[in-house]
């Protein structure tokens, strides 16, 4: 059975497909700010997703409850 891809797999894979890393291509900074916001939402469902199917729960009452807690930064 194939792994799923991390965000951050994705987000280099989206790079790469971008020619982001070619020296002659220059850095679209909309679109890579586009590409790491889309990263980021990947990473809160991986995280949400990896509560939801854990053993203990903890402190926390839902997914969205532990990902702000731990890894929201305001």
């Known amino acids: 059975m ?13 790079m790469i497909e ?14 890579l700010e586009h ?3 889309q990263a980021k939402e990947m990473e809160k469902e991986q995280i949400m ?4 199917n854990s053993l203990t729960k903890g402190d926390y009452n839902s997914a969205e409850e532990y990902y ?5 930064s305001e």
Do not use: C, G, H, M
């Open 2 to 14: 194939k792994s799923k891809q991390t965000a951050i797999e994705w987000l280099v894979e989206q």
């Open 18 to 31: 971008r020619k982001y890393f070619a020296k002659d291509v220059p850095l679209s900074y909309t679109t």
């Open 35 to 37: 590409l790491v916001n």
């Open 49 to 52: 997703d990896a509560w939801l």
């Open 68 to 72: 702000n807690e731990i890894f929201k």
